[in-house]
Structure formats: C-alpha cells, structure tokens
C-alpha cells in the first residue's frame, strides 16, 4: 500500500522553546519593539548593505594577496552578490511604485 503523501513528508514543530515569544521586530536594523519610521529603517538596511559590499571588497583583497583563503573569498564574493541583488529589487518596487502613484487620477 502506498502511504499518503503527507505522511512522508518531515514534520516540524513551530513552537518556541522555553515559552518564548517570537521578536516582533525582523527586519535588520530594526530596534524590537521601537516603532521605527520606514525612512530610517531603509536608511539602516542601506547603510547595512554598503558595509557588507565594503567588508566583501576587503576580503577579495585579502584573497588576491594570498591572506585569505579561497572559500572565505568565494563566501564574501556570493554574499556581496545577494546583496547587490537585494537592492536591485528594492531599488525596481520603489521605481514602479512611484510610476504607479504618478499614474493616479487626483
């Protein structure tokens, strides 16, 4: 007999270890529990961002002189390219949406 698929599939349990609560703040750079303004938080994530290039940068160099090894580079290397990545994406969704805001009747 076949067993049914949900049966084969791993089961995970979700709740919190020791009763604690999730972080209500997820974002990066985000204080938890601070009501933080969406210009500071995007503010914080670019900053975020420019460090991780900046920290990827130094490690290529560290690499080409011979300091650091290949799997460090190659790690710092793909890192710098989500990130970069990342804020393509963001960069696209705040182009289309200020088109779409433009496009609205007043």
Same mark, same amino acid.
């Given at each position: 007999?076949?067993?049914?698929?949900?049966?084969?599939?791993?089961?995970?349990?979700?709740?919190?270890?020791?009763? *604690?609560?999730?972080? @209500?703040?997820?974002?990066?750079?985000?204080? !938890?529990?601070?009501? &933080?303004?969406?210009?500071? /938080? $995007?503010?914080?994530?670019?900053?975020?961002?420019?460090?991780?290039?900046?920290? *990827?940068?130094?490690? @290529?160099?560290?690499?080409?002189?011979?300091? !650091?090894?290949?799997? &460090?580079?190659?790690?710092? /290397? $793909?890192?710098?390219?989500?990130?970069?990545?990342?804020?393509?994406?963001?960069?696209?969704?705040?182009? @289309?949406?200020?088109?779409?805001?433009?496009?609205?009747?007043?």
């Amino acid at each position: 007999m076949i067993p049914a698929i949900g049966s084969t599939l791993p089961r995970f349990d979700i709740t919190p270890v020791g009763g *604690a609560a999730f972080p @209500s703040a997820t974002l990066p750079g985000a204080a !938890a529990g601070a009501g &933080a303004d969406f210009s500071s /938080v $995007m503010s914080q994530v670019a900053a975020d961002a420019v460090n991780g290039l900046k920290a *990827a940068e130094q490690v @290529s160099i560290q690499g080409v002189q011979g300091s !650091a090894s290949t799997q &460090a580079v190659v790690e710092a /290397v $793909m890192n710098a390219e989500r990130t970069l990545q990342t804020a393509v994406a963001v960069r696209d969704k705040v182009v @289309s949406a200020y088109l779409e805001l433009s496009r609205m009747a007043i």
